[in-house]
């Protein structure tokens, strides 16, 4: 697992999602995105859906749990766990069909599903330093990564 750790302003927030795709483990397509309320995750996910050329834009899926979005020759589910009391929760809308697919799935707040996420599952933490500047931290398995490439990583 290496770790990468990028400064953006929101302005390029499309830059930075498309270098983020760039560094993502593509044998792995589950996703956690964590940071408290507020930070940008779905933003950050509404940008990483334009990387990857979807015509979708992002919404909380706070009430209906899971989205749907269409990429070329794919398809991204986007859940928002946080109103999900129990794992029971999480088994009664069917999380089995979608966790054993072979589809994106950028999960926000994975803390309340940790006992079923998928284990290389990378992770993608968001905070707000002011109103126009985040940092991310991206932890990704890719081995071919190297530390060489992660120090010299362009900062926004």
């Known amino acids: 697992m290496n770790t990468i750790e990028f400064t953006y302003h929101l302005k390029d927030i ?19 995105f964590d940071g408290p309320m507020g930070a940008g995750k779905t933003t950050f996910i509404n940008a990483l859906l334009k990387a990857m050329k979807s015509d ?9 749990i899971v989205n749907e979005y269409k990429i070329p020759n794919d ?10 009391e129990s794992l029971d929760d999480a088994y009664n809308f069917g ?9 994106w799935l950028f999960i926000e707040w994975p803390d309340c599903i940790e006992a079923l996420l998928p284990e290389d599952a990378q992770s993608i933490t968001i905070a707000s330093i002011n109103n126009t500047v985040r940092s ?13 490439n992660a120090m010299t990583e362009p900062k926004f």
Do not use: Q
């Open 14 to 32: 499309d830059a930075t999602a498309t270098m983020v795709l760039e560094h993502l483990d593509s044998k792995s397509k589950a996703i956690l």
């Open 56 to 64: 979708d834009t992002a919404t909380s899926p706070t009430f209906s």
């Open 75 to 84: 398809k991204v589910y986007h859940f928002d766990f946080y109103r999900i």
């Open 95 to 103: 999380i089995e069909d979608y966790f054993n697919s072979e589809h």
């Open 136 to 148: 991310l931290k991206l932890t990704v398995n890719n081995k071919l990564l190297t530390e060489h």
